[in-house]
């Protein structure tokens, strides 16, 4: 068969013009975009003041001594700088994602995020690095099961554990799932990434909680220890099924100001 000096060329040319367009896509994925600023990104929880009276009954009946969450693969929205010095309305801009940059690389790793301990809200840091200027509109992420720990550690398999008292008996709270979650921005515009900025990952306990009725919670296994997890030991299904449906809209994305 004879294949054509003309034939060798053009089809040299369209196999660079191929690799080309790979190169560029594979640069542009990778490569983060100008105009960044050193973000930090926290998590913390939420919980009705101490000086509270009424702070008990808040929490229906639940007191929280110990909140981990475990997260994964955390990935920030955000309607870059540029669109907006344009002149696009928020609405129209289609958002991107600040996965490829160090904020976004640094978050994303597996880890486990103390939120109260000794029943004091912590503070806990998820990631900090460069990420690109613009106003931030949502944060995407996995549940993380722990299986790193050892075993006799309280978050050995688990993704969420909460433990503290119910009506004045030791209870125990666990998820297991690795299901996504989604927090959109409290405000309508997002949050503008400046010089500075702390952006906040908050779970708010009220929330997580709201219609869960503790008083009906029982010690079904009669083992001293009020369990609410996804294997019902105890009996409590109801309560944990309402906490389960809870957990997404408890998530909260704000600006530390």
Same mark, same amino acid.
């Given at each position: ?5 003309? !034939? ?19 640069? $542009?994925?990778?490569?983060?975009? =100008? ?8 998590? &913390?929880? !939420?919980?009705?003041? $101490? ?11 639940? +007191?929280? &001594?110990? @909140?981990?969450?475990?997260?994964? /693969?955390? /990935? ?8 907006? +010095? ?51 509109? /949502? ?10 720990? =050892?075993? *006799? ?19 125990? %709270? ?9 927090? %959109?921005? /409290?405000? =309508?515009?997002?949050? $503008? +990434? ?8 908050? @779970?708010?306990?009220?929330?997580? @909680?709201?219609?869960? *009725? @503790? ?18 030991? *105890? ?7 309402? %906490? ?14």
């Amino acid at each position: 068969m004879k294949i054509t000096m003309k !034939r060798l060329i053009t089809s040299g040319l369209c196999f660079g013009i191929f690799l080309t367009m790979i190169s560029c896509q594979t640069e $542009e994925e990778t490569n983060p975009p =100008e105009n960044q600023e050193e973000v930090r990104l926290a998590s &913390t929880a !939420r919980q009705p003041s $101490e000086s509270d009276p009424g702070a008990r009954s808040m929490l229906n009946a639940m +007191v929280v &001594t110990t @909140f981990q969450v475990g997260t994964k /693969e955390m /990935e920030m929205k955000y309607a870059a700088e540029a669109d907006i +010095v344009a002149g696009i309305d928020l609405g129209s801009i289609s958002l991107k994602s600040n996965v490829n940059t160090e904020l976004g690389t640094a978050s994303s790793q597996p880890q486990t995020l103390v939120l109260i301990s000794d029943g004091q809200a912590m503070v806990s840091a998820v990631g900090e690095g460069n990420t690109p200027k613009g106003n931030y509109q /949502e944060i995407q992420f996995e549940l993380y099961k722990n299986t790193a720990v =050892e075993n *006799d550690d309280p978050m050995y398999g688990k993704s969420l554990w909460i433990d503290g008292e119910i009506n004045g008996q030791t209870s125990q %709270i666990w998820m297991d799932m690795e299901s996504e979650i989604r927090a %959109i921005a /409290e405000s =309508e515009e997002g949050h $503008e +990434v400046n010089e500075n900025t702390e952006l906040m990952l908050v @779970f708010d306990l009220e929330e997580l @909680f709201q219609g869960v *009725d @503790f008083e009906a919670a029982v010690d079904g296994n009669a083992d001293g220890v009020i369990e609410v997890g996804p294997d019902d030991a *105890d009996g409590n299904s109801n309560l944990y099924g309402q %906490i389960e449906n809870n957990l997404e809209s408890s998530v909260k994305f704000e600006k530390n100001s």
